[in-house]
């Protein structure tokens, strides 16, 4: 893995693909920020495995940016081929980058679209594939970035001027192509001139809402205040958030939604409160197969991450650990999902529907 450090950009990508059909992938690496800027370079379908797996891309859309990329880099040395071998590479490689984290469905989405690009094109050469399938790769990414946009708009409108924000993990460009969805919102909602405070769940324990949201926020000049998690319902009760919004990772039929761990707690106080959650997410986030948030897969990380979390030991060895990575909201504490489409409210199997397959 190759690095490059560019940290006077101010808003940089994401990620970028580098180069031609030969190229590479160029990410920031996240586990690093905000203490150190660095972009690195991958080059084999295991770094970007890897890099997904570490959260050194993360967030949904991204996973699926980047695996989408990670399809190209596999089959790059596949070129001389039969047609049938490539193919069978390419299950290889989309099943093997879609074993790198269960629970985003836009890391499934946007693999099921390379595969089906594969099959509709199936007159092509090997090399001629390749090219098609980088040409997807950037489409979804270009994507991305027009979804990011199209939520910030449709959901400025339901922030209200001078009121404080409070989202959880990081749902910021970092976490997409764009400029997030969540933070897109709120980007757009101060673009309009709104004052909005926002507060920053830390997020543990892998800390995406201090490391990567609060950086975020600061680097575009938008008024954030960092808390632990567990102030979120102290803060709430003070008066000092008018609306919740977070992202998401996969967002059944029904409207349920999985994101980052502990958003169900915070959906939980914003309904004992009586303060409007949100949920921010493209249509490439929807799962129409699953009927309730009860079918999604939960990712389960490594117990270090709990007793290591901050650098240093902080429980006692051999202390038993759970560390589901996400949890699921159900759709009744959701006021509302803001997609590219418009608005889904309320938040049932209908409305989902129509808006989504729209
Ligand atoms: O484990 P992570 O950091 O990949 O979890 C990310 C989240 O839970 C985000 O809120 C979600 O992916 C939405 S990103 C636009």
């Known amino acids: 893995m190759t690095c490059t450090a560019q940290p006077d950009r101010k808003f940089p990508a994401t990620m970028t693909w580098q180069g031609n059909v030969t190229g590479f992938l160029r990410l920031i690496d996240q586990t690093l920020l905000p ?9 084999s ?13 993360r967030g949904a859309p991204a996973i699926g940016c980047a695996a989408a990329y990670g399809v190209v880099i596999g089959l790059q040395q596949s070129v001389a081929l039969s047609r049938a071998e490539f193919d069978v590479k390419l299950r290889q490689v989309t099943d093997y980058l879609a074993s790198s984290r269960p629970t985003a469905v836009n890391l499934f989405w946007a693999l099921d679209r390379i595969r089906t690009v594969a099959r509709t094109e199936a007159s092509l050469s090997p090399a001629a594939m390749l090219q098609r399938l980088l040409d997807e790769a950037r489409a979804i990414e270009v994507e991305d970035r027009e979804m990011c946009t199209a939520i910030g708009q449709h959901g400025a409108e339901l922030l209200q001027d001078k009121t404080g924000v409070l989202t959880h993990c990081n749902a910021g460009g970092l976490a997409t192509a764009g400029d997030g969805t969540a933070l897109a919102v709120i980007f757009a909602a101060a673009a309009a001139g709104k004052q909005l405070q926002v507060f920053a769940d830390e997020t543990r ?40 919004i977070v992202g998401a990772d996969r967002i059944t039929a029904n409207g349920d939604t999985a994101n980052k761990i502990g958003t169900y707690s915070v959906a939980l106080l914003a309904k004992a409160h009586g303060i409007p959650f949100y949920v921010a997410a493209p249509t490439s986030t929807f799962d129409l197969e699953m009927s309730s948030g009860q079918q999604i897969p939960i990712e389960q990380r490594a117990a270090h991450e709990i007793t290591h979390g901050f650098g240093k030991q902080t429980a006692p060895a051999g202390i038993n650990v759970y560390n589901p990575a996400f949890d699921v909201t159900p759709a009744e504490y959701i006021a509302a999902i803001i997609t ?11 409305n989902v529907r129509r808006v989504v397959l729209e």
């Open 45 to 57: 379908v295991e770094q970007v495995f890897e890099a997904i797996r570490s959260l050194r891309v």
């Open 340 to 350: 590219e489409k418009g608005l889904i409210m309320p938040v049932n199997e209908a």
């Open 35 to 43: 203490v150190e800027y660095l972009e690195i370079d991958l080059k």
């Open 205 to 244: 324990p892998l800390l995406q809402g201090a490391r990567l949201t609060a950086w975020e926020l600061q680097q575009r000049g938008v008024p954030v205040t960092l808390i632990c998690d567990s102030m979120a319902g102290w803060v709430m009760r003070e008066g000092k958030v008018q609306a919740v």
